[in-house]
């Protein structure tokens, strides 16, 4: 089979199978590369309840394996190939790009849609990673609904940490902010509003140090950096357990691509229609700075790039 592609799409979560799903509808030949999980961030997650017109009664008929197995055989039934090969080098200059995957196989394209996405910055904290998904969370947008009720704490000093602490009082019985410095860095106005809160407690000069529990978190361990007093927060007896919500900042997963598009911060620059500052090369999903990082942007984005590198094709190639 030849290696020339129409479309060489570069990533597997929500915004890059959008993009093969619209891609491949276009009749264009579509390729599509994912070197990890499919389904990028959401694939760490328990359940999708906001997605529209995903909701099943069954807690399992809401996994995120189910939503992205739909998206990729719907990729495949309008055509597009899926290869779970990573993605090691490409040439983005020219008419005629190319991408090199791990296995030494170039592949060329008339475009290329990258969809690598973004992923929380960790804490580092003990039991971190064992808890993500069970008790952790860096989304309150996805997870504030399943905290109802209970205590939850709410991880950073900035801009995101404290606003999604006002969002998750909207659920939880009490919030508290834990500021690993003196001050939070934020508008004033929106720290008077979370001080103002009755649900919501800053603690400032404290660190989560540790998270502890059998099969979910029941308790963490804090330290007040100030006084080098450590103390251990256990779950109420009655809940059983409580949320972590941390927000230290994302990391663009675009490495790759650094000197070959224009970048801010380590986001990929696009315009509206997803077009970068390179002809032909486009991108979508959570590598472009973004007010909202969920699968309804993700997928709309990735739809968007399609249908604009379809166009692109069609003018560009056109006789």
């Known amino acids: ?85 990573e993605v090691v080098d490409v040439k983005l200059d020219g008419k005629v790009k190319e991408v ?15 969809a690598t996405g973004a992923q929380p910055r960790k804490l580092g ?25 209970l205590e939850v704490f709410c991880i950073g000093g900035g801009d995101t940490a404290v606003e999604e602490a006002m969002y998750l009082s909207k659920f939880a019985r009490k919030v508290t902010l834990i500021v690993r410095k003196d001050y939070v860095r934020c508008a004033n106005s929106i720290e008077e509003k979370a001080k103002a809160n009755p649900k919501v407690e800053i603690k400032f000069r404290t660190e989560l140090l540790e998270l502890k529990g059998d099969g979910i978190v029941e308790s963490a361990i804090f330290l007040n950096n100030e006084t080098g007093e450590t103390y251990e927060y256990k779950a109420d007896e009655n809940d059983g357990t409580f949320g972590v919500f941390i927000f230290v900042g994302y990391v663009p997963l675009t490495k790759l691509f650094e000197g070959k598009v224009e970048m801010k911060d380590g986001y990929i620059i696009t315009d509206e229609e997803m077009k970068t500052n390179v002809e032909g090369v486009f991108a979508c999903g959570d590598l472009r700075p973004k007010m909202l990082k969920q699968v309804i942007t993700a997928t709309a984005d990735g739809a968007i790039a399609a249908i604009s590198a379809n166009k692109y094709i069609e003018e560009k ?3």
Do not use: W
Request: proline share 2%; charged share 25%.
């Open 1 to 85: 089979m030849s290696n020339l592609y129409d479309c060489i799409i570069i990533g597997g979560g929500p915004s890059g199978l959008a993009a093969g799903i619209y891609s491949a509808r276009a009749r264009l030949k579509t390729i599509l590369f994912e070197k990890g999980s499919f389904g990028g961030q959401i694939s760490i997650t328990d359940e999708i309840a906001n997605y529209p017109g995903f909701f099943e009664e069954e807690e399992e008929g809401r996994h995120p394996k189910n939503l992205i197995n739909k998206m990729i055989a719907q990729a495949k039934k309008f055509g597009a190939e899926i290869e779970h090969k």
């Open 125 to 149: 904290c003990k039991g971190e990673l064992e808890y993500t998904g069970k008790g952790v969370s860096y989304c309150a947008t996805c997870d504030a609904n399943f905290f109802e009720g």
């Open 317 to 319: 190639y056109s006789e």
């Open 100 to 114: 090199k995957t791990s296995d030494g196989t170039v592949y060329q394209s008339k475009v290329v849609i990258i």
